[in-house]
């Protein structure tokens, strides 16, 4: 089997309340603790990237995206499959894209469907989700974001008919960001195939998350706030 294919399994099959646990790097550092930590596999957060790299979320240049994804990989071992949040996909078409992605040794993806703060047609979203699968075939686990809660749609089943489109066009997981937990059920009954959500530090804990629904957990930028919360403190003692 290849790491893609362990990515995928790493997907099926998971009791209620014991969902995949994805922390998200935001460098090589990082990356490696994750790994030493022993989780089955990464996912990073563009925020947490952008963040390192001294960019507000959502303003990395392409190019410099794709390289730190490469130096997080690079940085662990081989088996250790690694998920990227590569945005809404920068304009690129889907076959540059998927090269430039599977170049940085990266085995799945993030993708947004909404861009400057505006929800894309979800037709059109299929569509171009489609042409991300067939330029990649089977090499390439897509998580498809759906942008409804964040845009400020609190309808579950506005993202239900989304991500069932984005499914149909060939999406491994959808992404509802910023779904509320009491929306969980009715988006797992709504949806086919692993349902991911995101993991916050006063919300219920990844067990309840799974209980809920949920597939799989990310944190987006989240450790990244905290880990940086903890050096804060310890520059704070050093003065």
């Known amino acids: 089997m290849s790491l893609v294919d362990d990515f995928r399994g790493l997907h099926q099959g998971r009791a209620p309340g014991d969902p995949l646990v994805l922390p998200g790097p935001w460098d090589a550092v990082s ?13 990073t957060p563009s925020a947490g990237v952008s ?12 190019d410099e995206m794709f390289a730190a994804v490469s130096r997080i990989v690079r940085s662990v071992s081989g ?14 078409p889907p076959k540059e894209l998927v090269e430039r992605l599977l170049a940085t040794g990266a085995v799945g993806c993030n993708l947004e469907d909404s861009t400057g703060g505006v929800l894309k ?7 171009w989700l489609a042409q991300v699968r067939a330029a990649a075939g089977d090499g390439l686990f897509i998580n498809a974001r759906v942008d409804t809660f964040i845009r400020g749609i609190a309808d579950p089943g506005a993202a239900v008919e989304r991500a ?16 509320p937990p009491e929306a969980l059920p009715a988006l797992r009954a709504g949806i086919e195939g692993p349902l991911n959500t995101g993991a916050k530090p006063d919300g219920p804990s990844l067990r309840e998350l799974g209980e809920l629904g949920a597939t799989r957990i990310t944190f987006g930028p989240g450790l990244l706030l905290r880990a940086t919360e903890a050096l804060r403190e310890i520059a704070g003692n050093l003065r």
Do not use: K, T
């Open 164 to 179: 069932r489109l984005y499914v149909a066009a060939g999406a491994d997981c959808v992404y509802p960001i910023f779904a």
């Open 51 to 62: 963040a390192s790299l001294g960019y507000a979320d959502g303003s990395v240049p392409p």
């Open 79 to 92: 088996s250790l499959p690694v998920s990227a949040d590569i945005e809404d996909g920068y304009g690129l």
């Open 121 to 127: 047609d979800p037709h059109e979203q299929a569509d």
């Open 31 to 43: 990356a490696r603790v994750f790994e030493e930590a022993g989780f089955a596999a990464l996912a």
